[in-house]
């Protein structure tokens, strides 16, 4: 997305969206994925007696940031990588847009049905980026995004949008992520939005040291806008009051356990340890002394990242010229009675919760798929949001033909790096359509594994055009001309990187009807390392020891 296509008028949020009906449709969000789950292990025969799984608590942490970006922010050109354990939230989600039928919804992880985590190629609603394993969520956004940007520059037809990744906090501890962030190309992607879902626990325990000043620091150093959404509307108007910057003060300072635990007292344990033991404490006691009981525990779980107001003014905030996070503060398992507590990850609601769940939230356990009532206020928008939403069919291009054969007979011994170095020179001359689509991806050996002819015929890709300060030297054998229609994408020493770009590249033909023959090009000593990755797309990589084109 270059500047001049990326206004803000081209993102401005839906007008006229009520902040109540986007509450009314985030309770069914929140309702529909605990559900989805719960249906898996409580209502399901299963003879085994085996868990069948799911995250109600990840779930939960997530469902206000979802209900606010698709009903309200999202655009058909944008895409989505949302974090898999919250792939419950996405088909609650597709459910009420008319996406997903109903009969998938006691489908979760079973064979056939629902994916463990959100699947493009076997999820039966949409899902833009398949994720999995730790880490190729939070950057394939990153790699779809070069992807885009190369069709619709070089062939054309990709249109613009936002790519989105929904991360985990816990997630951020995979050393891949920081190696994507760095790299010195992502700076100049605009159309990439993380949010970050700092709930502060992890799969065992509540986080001592969430260390957010951290990480908000070093995606800064990378060129990122920072965005952090701390508090809700509720929060910050009691900051306001007389005693308010202490309470804030108190908030801030408070680890995090302490604050973890505070979600799980009542009231009047909450009156009497709020305060704490420090000089504002009576200022903080004679603030909330003012607040009824109700109000003063909504007050406490009153984060950013729960608060739909908080939330749009965040995204009205994104600046499509640099790569930008939003550092969302939530409470794992959000108004569920898991809420904060620390072993909540992988728990599962009994059916006593679940039926007290169903009492606060309006709803019948016994029929827990129903939709809104036809013509209400939350219908209209489902239906309106579907209709914004939908994308046009893509047309499947037909791939250009490559020679089975170019004539060329090896004369002696030669290494497969260079074989591949001469195939791809050849392939420009004899199929220039089908070597058009080539698009070779290295970590940082370009020249040592014979992509030099290659790289000096093709350029290398770039955001945007460089100049070459070494093109007028004669001993330069390699010129390494950076231009967005350049054929070569260079990673750094991030083998499990250039496997995730691949994967993007590959699947462009699934989105935007163009297809690309992406080549992996590295040491084979490197070759495992980069394919612990794991990725869901069809790809295959080159090596100094073979190499071959991944089918279209």
Known sequence: MTASTSSADLHAPV???STDTLAEIEQRVLWLSTSIIHHANR?????????VGGHQASCASMVSIMTSLWFEQLRPGDRVSVKPHASPVL????YLLGELDEKYLTTLREFGGLQSYPSRSKDPDPVDYSTGSVGI???APIWGAIARRYVDTAIGGAGTGRQYSLVGDAELDEGAVWEAVLDHSVAELGEIVWIVDLNRQSLDRVVPNIAAGRLEAMFAAAGWQVITVKFGTLLESLFTRPGGAALRTRILDMP???????????????RTRLPGDGPDAAAVASLIAELDDDTLLQAIRNLGGHDLDALRAAYAQIDDTRP???IAYTVKGRGLPTEGHPQNHSSLLTVDQYTQLAAELGMDPTDPWARFGAGSAADHLCRATASRLARDT????TPPAVPADIGRTPSGTSTTQAALGRTLLDLSREAPDAAKRVITVSPDVSSTTNLAGWLNKVGVWSPNERRN???DDAETIMHWREKPTGQHMELGIAETNLVGLMGELGATWSRWGQPLFPIGVMYDPFVERALERGRTESTRVASRSSWALPPV
């Open 15 to 17: 007008s006229g969206v």
């Open 43 to 51: 209502i399901r025969p299963n003879p085994t007696g085996l868990k």
């Open 91 to 94: 088909h609650g989600i597709n």
């Open 137 to 139: 969520g939070a950057t």
């Open 256 to 270: 995090n356990p302490e604050y973890q635990r505070m979600l799980r007292r009542t009231a009047d344990e909450v």
């Open 324 to 326: 930008t996070v939003i």
């Open 394 to 397: 893509v047309e499947l291009g």
């Open 469 to 471: 300060w070494f093109d």
